[in-house]
């Protein structure tokens, strides 16, 4: 049955849908004419995939053809610099993360581009938790038990990553900085994919891994465990997990985002475009709801100067972060 708010929720998305097409009918006269091509720093499966792969589903109405390439390596720097030396015209964009805009300049290593110079922010759609998650037959059933267990060494103990340099690599090194852990070693992965079956299989006892539906299925079926996330707040899709800070590590908070970037360069007309597409997509509740049941946590109405506004927040808030750590991208 359709109910008075479902049908009022529908006359809105088709009032913005409306309203992004007569923006847009007169922005940039005759883009797009071909597929649009969203490239994304890690390989299939992952939360950065998933994300990708709805809104791509989602521009065919409103944009036409977009499709999913995805370029894993160097914690995001693959893909980003594939991005950045694209033609400015809109048919390429980047899936980015802190992975790829953020811990590459505050580390101070040779990189292949400049996240600020070389990229012009279009949209961030929103931020993944980070989990702090360990394979069941560990004897841990707390994020205290964790440390506790690490320091009394009985074994060597490592954590996975999604890569070096990676906001799941930054995090880790941040929780053994916290909790004075500095015995936990550091396995980096291409992505969640691999390392998540590693500790389903028993092969990695730990990983700090970006939330997803998958993720969060495996833990309510008892094949991983999740102890904390490292969110300010408890996640929508599972407010039963305490944050890592509820679980006794003051400032354990760390977590991922989501968003466009196209080449520097692409027009402002183009970027508006986009923008007030993936806006178009954001208000749709349904899709909203698909995106918070993968443990994304959607925001709505991130325009390319609030989106700037974003990235120069994040920058501030992370570079310090990476600086003291020492991480270093592969």
């Known amino acids: 049955m359709i109910t008075r708010r479902d049908a009022l929720m529908g006359a809105v998305v088709c009032l913005q849908a409306g309203a992004f097409r007569a923006r847009s009918a007169s922005a940039q006269p005759g883009y797009p004419d071909r597929p649009i091509k969203v490239v994304v720093p890690f390989g299939p499966g992952g939360i950065s995939d998933v994300v990708a792969r709805l809104w791509a589903d989602k521009m065919k109405s409103l944009l036409g053809p977009a499709f999913v390439e995805n370029q894993g390596g160097a914690g995001g720097l693959v893909a980003g610099a594939a991005v950045a030396r694209a033609k400015p015209d809109g048919y390429t ?16 290593g040779s990189v292949p581009y400049d996240p600020v110079k070389d990229f012009e922010p279009i949209s961030i759609l929103g931020v993944t938790a980070l989990a702090i998650a360990v394979h069941p037959a560990l004897p841990v059933r707390s994020v205290q038990e964790l440390v506790d267990y690490a320091k009394r060494g009985p074994a060597a103990l490592s954590y996975g990553s999604g890569g070096a340099g990676t906001a799941t690599h930054l995090a880790g ?5 916290l909790t004075g852990a500095g015995e936990i070693g550091h396995v980096p992965y291409k992505g969640g994919g691999q390392m998540v079956t590693d500790v389903i299989n028993g092969h990695l006892p730990m990983a700090v891994v970006n939330v997803t539906g998958q993720l969060l299925e495996l833990h309510q079926a008892g094949k991983v465990r999740i102890l904390a996330v490292t969110t300010p707040r408890r996640i929508f899709a599972a407010p039963e997990i305490p944050t890592a800070v509820e679980a006794g590590v003051p400032g354990m ?22 923008s007030d597409a993936t806006g ?9 709801q698909r995106l918070i049941a993968s443990g994304f946590e959607p925001y709505r109405d991130m325009s390319p100067e609030t989106a700037r506004r974003f990235m120069a927040d994040e920058m501030a808030r992370w570079a310090p972060i990476v600086q003291a750590l020492g991480a270093k991208p592969d």
Do not use: W
């Not at 178009?280 to 909203?288: G, H, L, T």
């Open 93 to 108: 964009l980047l899936l980015g993360s802190v992975g790829s805009q953020i811990p590459v300049p505050a580390a101070g």
């Open 173 to 177: 090194e941040l929780f053994k900085s």
């Open 253 to 274: 908070i760390a977590q991922n985002f989501n968003g466009l970037f196209a080449p520097a360069g692409t027009t402002k007309p183009i970027l508006a475009r986009i």
């Open 280 to 288: 178009a997509v954001m208000a749709d509740e349904e899709f909203r």
